[in-house]
């Protein structure tokens, strides 16, 4: 076989193996409590966050690190980005460079609205949340708006 | 980004309590032109008002400059008059300025330096928008349409509120959840 159809190929697959790589999982209303559930027995916090918004970018970093610091004791940080598909990549790479463990997830529900009222009637949607789950996966505490971490490394002490 | 003397905190943790709410009247509130001069509501209202809070810096509000503008020009002919509000605190009449100048917009916009306007409607983004009614009653508050990407659109919130109130006739959906950045307001002193 000639060389340049197999390295076109080669190219071809790589290309695709790293489109794969850097996308985003969705998420909506019926996914979202199976994820919740498979991390039962650990104590969750969940980010909702988008490239696009600046104190989500400022907050996670330091969400990676706590997490780096907690994980031995149960503690997971679930990313989920408000960013539209097209901006997978981005998200992605900026997940990549702050340290936050992958995969990461992307809201992909029908109607946004719902998914909002669904992880809390309470919510407006507004980014950074974060919502944090006890090892039994019930719902503990909403944080929205910018959170100072000592608020958040406080409710998860409780939950030790 | 600009240092300010202030300390700017988002969110609604700081917010004041929300007064304007969707069936009740918007009663008279102040906003300030770009020249600095206080302008009441009840100077720039018409029959039929929408406000929109917006930002010059953030992402969604400006995916959102071309749409404010078609349904500005879509629906000022029919008599709806606009009040643009820019509540950031960390953003100055000036940069408002220059910001509507270099993307051509055809309204005019004001500050809610304190945010107190903001908190009257209980506006925590930017874009978000409100229609209030010949008798002065809120009918719409939420999102301009459901997506940043005109392609993905399936609500067009704001429009279908506006035919809506115009033709005398019940919102269908009355509130959407509008999304975007955080208006950033200003400390309260406690």
Known sequence: ?160 | MKKLLLCVLAGAALAGAQEFKLGSPVSDFEVTSLKGEPVKYSALKGDTTVVIFVSTVCPISNGYNDRMKAVYNDYRVKGVHFIFINANATESAADVEAHAKAHGFPFALYKDAAGAAADLFGAQVTPETFVIDRNGVLRYHGYVDDSVQEARVHNQGLRQALDAVLAGKDVPMAHTKAFGCTIKRRRRAS
């Open chain 1, 1 to 160: 076989m000639p060389a340049r159809p197999i390295l076109s190929l080669t190219v071809i697959l790589a290309i695709v193996a790293f489109a794969a790589e850097t996308r985003l999982t969705g998420v909506d209303e019926v996914s979202f409590p199976k994820l919740i559930a498979a991390q039962r027995g650990k104590i969750v916090l969940v980010d909702f966050w988008a490239t696009w918004c600046e104190p989500c970018r400022e907050e996670l970093p330091k969400l990676a690190a706590y997490e780096a610091k907690m994980r031995a004791r149960g503690f997971v940080l679930i990313t989920v980005s408000a960013d539209e598909p097209e901006q997978d990549a981005a998200a992605y790479a900026f997940l990549l460079r702050t340290g936050v463990r992958l995969p990461g997830y992307r809201k992909q529900a029908r109607n946004d609205g719902d998914f909002i009222d669904f992880i809390d009637p309470k919510w407006s949607g507004a980014l950074p949340a974060l919502f944090l789950y006890g090892r039994d996966g019930a719902k503990v505490k909403s944080f929205f708006g910018e959170t100072d971490m000592q608020d958040i490394e406080q409710a998860v002490s409780k939950l030790l």
